[in-house]
């Protein structure tokens, strides 16, 4: 079931998977996620538990950063998405609950 939707799903999904309206989201957002991290873990009493906080913020904050600066590490292979369609293409006239009308 799930296969099917999501086959049904790519019809209306654009084809380019890292545009710059999702790096500036994602990359935004993790930002955002550090900075609430280490301002939650200047709350904590216990030293552990701060350091703890603080290079969790780090680590999600350099996420944030990468995002943004589209680094390498972060991109699909296009080889890995033509296998996935070869997998789950089937013919969408076979269900016709998701076949647009």
Request: proline share 3%.
């Amino acid at each position: 079931m799930i296969g099917r939707l999501s086959f049904w799903n790519k019809d209306n999904v654009s084809n380019e998977a890292d545009c710059l309206a999702c790096r500036l989201v994602s990359g935004i957002g993790l930002l955002g996620i550090g900075a609430f991290l280490l301002a939650q873990s200047k709350k904590r009493p216990k030293p552990l538990e701060n350091y703890t906080m603080k290079s969790l913020a780090a680590a999600v904050g350099l996420l944030g950063v990468a995002r943004l600066g589209n680094a390498d590490f972060l991109k699909a292979t296009t080889k890995e998405a033509k296998e996935q369609e070869t997998k789950t293409s089937k013919n969408p006239t076979d269900h016709q609950f998701f076949a647009r009308r």
